[in-house]
């Protein structure tokens, strides 16, 4: 199994440009989750998704949108790119099955660069 | 007031030696309570989970206070592969973290030196 896979791990943009990035997981989670991670701040959790066709806003959601069409991808969108979009993302999954809380498996980050 | 807590470092110790960090976290109604574990310029991952009784993992023992919201992870004989970044995680029910309610703090970070 390769678990969380995320596409692309390196990106640069300049502002105003859009794009697209993809998480898969062949682990046949329920639950998908995109963070972004920027220097000297925890995890924050930008949308999420409780199963197919499903999508929810997180903590930090403005600027991004998000789809869920197959249940073992995550596709988070960027629509047009700002400086402060500059971070690493990381998408996560888990399962629902088995007790109050089940671990998330991250995938290895997508670092973008907004110009 | 941040939701988690917990000193940024770095926490720079000998090789051998015992370290303990601590978090705290403000909601009170949270429910479970995790350390993770994140490499330079990797994922994070579960290092283990936080129970009420304390829990043991080999050289890792994880303490909770609830009364005082208060979490510790202690490493004992410490090795070089355990630099890293520590993050303390707390799931919370109505945090706006999402479907299990996530919150991480910033981590703390430990270097072993040889």
């Known amino acids: 199994n390769a678990g969380v896979t995320q596409t692309p791990k390196f990106r640069v943009l300049k502002t105003g440009q859009s794009m697209t990035l993809l998480c898969a997981q062949d682990m046949n989670h329920e639950y998908m989750y995109w963070y972004r991670q920027d220097p000297g701040m925890g995890l924050r959790l930008i949308h999420y998704s409780v199963g197919e066709g499903t999508t929810a806003k997180g903590e930090v959601p403005d600027g991004y949108n998000v789809s869920r069409l197959k249940k073992q991808n995550f596709l988070l969108g960027l629509e047009s790119a700002a400086p402060s979009q500059t971070s690493v993302y990381f998408c996560a999954s888990r399962t629902d099955r088995g007790g109050s809380y089940n671990e998330q498996f991250f995938g290895p980050g997508t670092r973008l660069t907004v110009l | 007031r941040k939701e988690v807590e917990q000193d940024p470092g770095p926490f720079n110790v000998p090789e051998g030696a015992t370290v303990a960090f601590n978090c705290t976290y403000s909601n009170s109604a949270s429910q479970s309570f995790f350390w993770y574990r994140q490499d330079c310029r990797k994922e994070p991952k579960l290092l283990m989970s936080v129970y009420s009784s304390g829990n043991e993992d080999g050289r890792f023992t994880a303490q909770l206070n609830r009364a005082s919201q208060y979490i510790s992870l202690l490493i004992r004989d410490s090795k070089l592969s355990d630099s890293a970044t520590y993050l303390c995680?707390?799931?919370?029910?109505?945090?706006?973290?999402?479907?299990?309610?996530?919150?991480f703090g910033k981590g703390t970070h430990l270097i072993i030196q040889p």
């Open positions: 995680v707390v799931n919370s029910l109505y945090s706006g973290g999402g479907a299990d309610g996530l919150t």
